[in-house]
């Protein structure tokens, strides 16, 4: 029974429309009893030809993807419709039976003989269908009862949480065996899914073994079920717990008031995410450091302000357990900061969205553990390392918004100052200053340099640029350095061409031609460093104008080089390109081109032979076609894991298909 009942070829439009146009002729003679009669029948072919065989379809492939409540619904639906018609019944039992369910297939079946049209075509499915799950019922062998109780948690381990919702009610033994793999409940995740009523129903037995929690709902019945469930330790090693927008949304002051009486009790947990997209968030920031007493870990996300929750004129204890906090909101200032710092000194961690830049005074005066700072950034940022408070106090890494809104100097330079000698991985974009500013900031900074930095990425605007690079010209362990809009490369190269251990060094928007010769020397001087210790391994230009083939050739000469990346180069040229690949030898194990429209076949093909490269990256290449891809791949020393093509657009689906025949993992975009 495991196919359609109903064929799309049944669904027919000549005879609708054919009714449809005597529909219209009996409305413009104004025939009323024609009119019921074409419409009574239109109706009735609808439901027949097209409606019943669209849901038919529709169950199928639900069945056919393990989504059992809408593949039985559509079923449902057929019945509803059209209760003396055989199909609904026959999709129903061969849904039932598809998931094991034999006897209720066999009830559907009956159901279907007892009420349907005797001369229905689909009665001879429901006869088959009747007898093929009686045959299954009585023979039926329980898979999880019969394996060993090793195996049978293995395959439990496998299941959705929906799936083990559905688990819990097969049988007994499905039961036993689905409460008792304690690994299955360690994270659950709570929906708004039907089967989630089961799993409500079930953590009185299961709660014990769940340890991360996430409640994803509007449904607030089973959210304030889960939260009795909390106050009633049903979850003791629960240590994470995380509330979605769309589960607040729906929290009023009486659910708010539940919910914080309950994580009081909850004495395990140490991480708390939850996220308010309510205008005004009902439980405040104060509401959760004053219940939750023992968090290590918290996110909290408002779309309101958090001046809205008074959480900087409202007294709460001290919270001595967080490390790593970060926030969300419209409008975080040096009010809120302050607060949170002199109410969690032993913060770690603190990451912000929304901040404005006045928040770097209270961090400055109050946040003498921090470690990890994150100002309006994107970037993932790593958490404190637990248990180690003997370490230095200092920050190590700080990292502002990405070019959209520069942090102005006069408010990050003392931060920055204060921490340069502990600080790891810098990441800012600090605003322009004058050149007077630039003279009093070395006045005020006469001894400022990094002393244990290791990556540095910044926007060189005017003045910056040169007081940045001071800091660094020293600096004996700094390996990553990342410039966007550089505005002057010769000062850049004099400041870091005896840099010791520089292995990235990534410069974008590099509008200006002149002075990019400088290159040609800090890459020569690499190429002397690489003949006898570790050199420059990682090359990134992306918008670089003035990148010649005298600075690719440079390049090339640097024996440590492993990776080239190259963005939207306009000096270069494709024989300059080819040049490059033919002079680096075996030692490149990734290059990636992105738009650049003198990339041609024979580029591409170059690459072939390059016996060390083991991931290739296209992006943007409009003069790339299948001959290069296919001569690149059939090359005898082409060795590569992995390839990358997108917005190519004269690669064809056909090339991308024999790429995936010749590469193990192959990406096409």
């Given at each position: 029974?495991?196919?359609?009942?109903?064929?799309?070829?049944?669904?027919?439009?000549?005879?609708?429309?054919?009714?449809?146009?005597?529909?219209?002729?009996?409305?413009?003679?104004?025939?009323?009893?024609?009119?019921?009669?074409?419409?009574?029948?239109?109706?009735?072919?609808?439901?027949?030809?097209?409606?019943?065989?669209?849901?038919?379809?529709?169950?199928?492939?639900?069945?056919?993807?393990?989504?059992?409540?809408?593949?039985?619904?559509?079923?449902?639906?057929?019945?509803?419709?059209?209760?003396?018609?055989?199909?609904?019944?026959?999709?129903?039992?061969?849904?039932?039976?598809?998931?094991?369910?034999?006897?209720?297939?066999?009830?559907?079946?009956?159901?279907?003989?007892?009420?349907?049209?005797?001369?229905?075509?689909?009665?001879?499915?429901?006869?088959?269908?009747?007898?093929?799950?009686?045959?299954?019922?009585?023979?039926?062998?329980?898979?999880?009862?019969?394996?060993?109780?090793?195996?049978?948690?293995?395959?439990?381990?496998?299941?959705?949480?929906?799936?083990?919702?559905?688990?819990?009610?097969?049988?007994?033994?499905?039961?036993?065996?689905?409460?008792?793999c304690t690994d299955a409940w360690n994270t659950v995740e709570v929906n708004g899914k039907q089967e989630q009523v089961q799993l409500v129903n079930a953590i009185p037995y299961v709660g014990r073994h769940i340890e991360h929690l996430t409640i994803n709902t509007a449904d607030n019945t089973i959210c304030l079920?889960?939260?009795?469930?909390?106050?009633?330790?049903?979850?003791?090693?629960?240590?994470?717990?995380?509330?979605?927008?769309?589960?607040?949304?729906?929290?009023?002051?009486?659910?708010?008031?539940?919910?914080?009486?309950?994580?009081?009790?909850?004495?395990?947990?140490?991480?708390?995410?939850?996220?308010?997209?309510?205008?005004?968030?009902?439980?405040?920031?104060?509401?959760?450091?004053?219940?939750?007493?023992?968090?290590?870990?918290?996110?909290?996300?408002?779309?309101?302000?958090?001046?809205?929750?008074?959480?900087?004129?409202?007294?709460?204890?001290?919270?001595?357990?967080?490390?790593?906090?970060?926030?969300?909101?419209?409008?975080?200032?040096?009010?809120?900061?302050?607060?949170?710092?002199?109410?969690?000194?032993?913060?770690?961690?603190l990451v912000m969205l929304g901040a404005n830049p006045s928040v770097f005074n209270p961090i400055i005066k109050y946040g003498e553990k921090l470690q990890i700072l994150g100002y309006n950034s994107r970037s993932s940022l790593p958490y404190p390392i637990q248990g180690d408070d003997t370490q230095e106090h200092g920050l190590r890494i700080v990292c502002t918004n990405d070019g959209t809104t520069a942090v102005p100097a006069s408010l990050i330079l003392p931060l920055l100052y204060k921490h340069r000698k502990t600080l790891e991985t810098v990441f800012v974009d600090i605003s322009s200053i004058l050149e007077t500013d630039l003279q009093r900031f070395y006045t005020t900074y006469p001894d400022f340099k990094f002393e244990k930095l290791t990556t540095l990425t910044f926007w060189p605007f005017k003045g910056i640029q040169q007081f940045m690079l001071r800091?660094?010209?020293?600096?004996?362990?700094?390996?990553?350095?990342?410039?966007?809009?550089?505005?002057?490369?010769?000062?850049?190269?004099?400041?870091?061409?005896?840099?010791?251990?520089?292995?990235?060094?990534?410069?974008?928007?590099?509008?200006?031609?002149?002075?990019?010769?400088?290159?040609?020397?800090?890459?020569?001087?690499?190429?002397?460093?690489?003949?006898?210790?570790?050199?420059?391994?990682?090359?990134?230009?992306?918008?670089?104008?003035?990148?010649?083939?005298?600075?690719?050739?440079?390049?090339?000469?640097?024996?440590?080089?492993q990776r080239a990346i190259f963005y939207a180069l306009k000096g270069t040229k494709a024989k300059g390109l080819r040049e490059f690949f033919r002079n680096t030898g075996d030692q490149l194990k990734e290059v990636k081109l992105a738009e650049m429209d003198f990339v041609t076949d024979n580029v591409v093909a170059d690459l072939g032979n390059l016996r060390s490269v083991k991931y290739v990256e296209l992006n943007g290449l409009p003069k790339v076609t299948d001959e290069g891809i296919r001569s690149m791949l059939d090359k005898e020393s082409c060795n590569m894991d992995k390839l990358t093509i997108s917005a190519c657009t004269l690669v064809t689906f056909e090339c991308i298909q024999y790429a995936r025949k010749k590469v193990k993992t192959v990406v096409a975009k």
């Open positions: 029974m495991n196919n359609i009942t109903l064929s799309p070829n049944h669904i027919k439009l000549e005879p609708i429309q054919q009714l449809l146009d005597q529909l219209s002729k009996a409305l413009k003679t104004r025939d009323y009893r024609q009119i019921v009669s074409d419409a009574t029948a239109a109706i009735d072919l609808v439901l027949q030809s097209q409606l019943l065989t669209l849901f038919d379809i529709r169950s199928y492939a639900f069945a056919k993807q393990g989504h059992f409540d809408s593949a039985f619904a559509d079923a449902q639906q057929m019945i509803d419709y059209a209760p003396k018609q055989a199909a609904g019944y026959a999709r129903k039992a061969c849904v039932l039976s598809m998931y094991g369910h034999h006897k209720k297939a066999i009830s559907a079946c009956k159901d279907g003989l007892q009420y349907a049209k005797t001369d229905d075509k689909c009665i001879k499915r429901l006869r088959e269908g009747k007898d093929s799950a009686t045959v299954m019922s009585d023979m039926r062998l329980d898979f999880i009862a019969q394996l060993p109780l090793e195996l049978a948690h293995e395959v439990i381990l496998q299941f959705s949480t929906e799936a083990k919702a559905v688990g819990l009610t097969v049988s007994s033994m499905w039961r036993k065996r689905i409460i008792e079920a889960y939260f009795k469930h909390i106050k009633s330790e049903r979850f003791p090693k629960i240590r994470s717990l995380k509330l979605s927008a769309l589960t607040t949304k729906e929290f009023d002051p009486a659910a708010a008031r539940t919910s914080m009486s309950s994580l009081q009790a909850c004495m395990t947990l140490t991480k708390l995410v939850v996220s308010f997209s309510k205008s005004e968030s009902i439980i405040t920031l104060a509401d959760v450091l004053t219940t939750c007493v023992n968090l290590t870990e918290l996110s909290y996300t408002t779309t309101s302000t958090l001046s809205g929750t008074n959480d900087a004129s409202t007294t709460v204890n001290r919270h001595d357990a967080l490390r790593s906090l970060k926030l969300k909101s419209n409008a975080i200032s040096d009010g809120h900061i302050k607060a949170v710092l002199q109410q969690c000194p032993q913060l770690r961690r800091t660094i010209k020293d600096t004996v362990g700094l390996r990553y350095l990342s410039m966007v809009n550089v505005s002057n490369l010769e000062y850049v190269v004099d400041a870091i061409i005896h840099l010791p251990a520089l292995t990235t060094l990534r410069l974008s928007h590099v509008k200006s031609t002149a002075n990019c010769s400088s290159l040609v020397s800090l890459f020569s001087a690499h190429a002397m460093r690489s003949e006898s210790q570790k050199s420059l391994e990682t090359i990134k230009f992306r918008h670089c104008d003035g990148i010649t083939d005298a600075v690719l050739f440079s390049l090339a000469s640097i024996k440590t080089l």
